[in-house]
C-alpha cells in the first residue's frame, strides 16, 4: 500500500493508480476502502469503465446491490458489448431476484466470450444452464 501511496504523490490525477489500489482492497475484502478508491478514478476520469465496473463488485460484495447495479448499468453504458460487464451486471440482477434479466446478460457474455468469469455457474444455479 504504501508504493501506492508514494505513485499517488508523484501522479495524484493517475486514474489507474486509483483502480489498482481500489483492486487490490478488493481482493482483501476491504470493499469500503476499494469503493473510494474507484470513486477516486472515476472522479479523475468518468470513463474509466474498469473502475465502474469494479466498483460494482465492490458494491455487491458489501450488499449494495442497487448501487451496484447502477454501476455496472454505467460500465455498459461506456461498453455496451463487454462480456465481462455482462457478466456483472448478470450476476447483480442474480442477487436482486430478478431471474430473467439475469440470465439474458450472463448468455449474452458467454456469447461473446466463452470463458468469462463466473457466468455459467452463475447460469447454472439459475438453473439456466444449456
Known amino acids: 500500500m504504501q508504493?501506492?501511496?508514494?505513485?499517488?504523490?508523484?501522479?495524484?490525477?493517475?486514474?489507474?493508480?486509483?483502480?489498482n489500489r481500489g483492486d487490490l482492497h478488493a481482493v482483501?475484502?476491504?470493499?469500503?476502502?476499494a469503493i473510494a478508491d474507484?470513486?477516486?478514478?472515476?472522479?479523475?476520469?468518468?470513463?474509466?469503465?474498469?473502475a465502474v465496473n469494479n466498483r460494482a463488485w465492490a458494491h455487491?460484495?458489501?450488499?449494495?446491490?442497487?448501487?451496484a447495479l447502477a454501476d455496472a448499468n454505467r460500465a455498459l453504458e461506456l461498453s455496451p458489448?463487454?462480456?465481462?460487464?455482462?457478466?456483472?451486471?448478470?450476476?447483480?440482477?442474480?442477487?436482486?431476484?430478478?431471474?430473467r434479466q439475469a440470465i439474458a446478460d450472463l448468455r449474452q457474455a458467454i456469447a461473446k466470450d466463452p470463458t468469462v468469469g463466473g457466468s455459467k455457474a452463475a447460469l447454472k444455479r439459475l438453473g439456466a444452464l444449456r
Do not use: C, M
Open 28 to 33: 482483501k475484502r476491504r470493499y469500503n476502502e
Open 38 to 50: 474507484f470513486t477516486k478514478a472515476i472522479e479523475v476520469d468518468a470513463t474509466n469503465v474498469w
Open 3 to 19: 508504493d501506492f501511496a508514494k505513485a499517488i504523490a508523484l501522479e495524484p490525477d493517475d486514474t489507474w493508480v486509483y483502480t
Open 81 to 99: 458489448d463487454n462480456p465481462e460487464f455482462l457478466n456483472t451486471r448478470g450476476h447483480i440482477l442474480e442477487v436482486l431476484g430478478r431471474r
Open 60 to 67: 455487491l460484495n458489501s450488499g449494495k446491490a442497487n448501487q
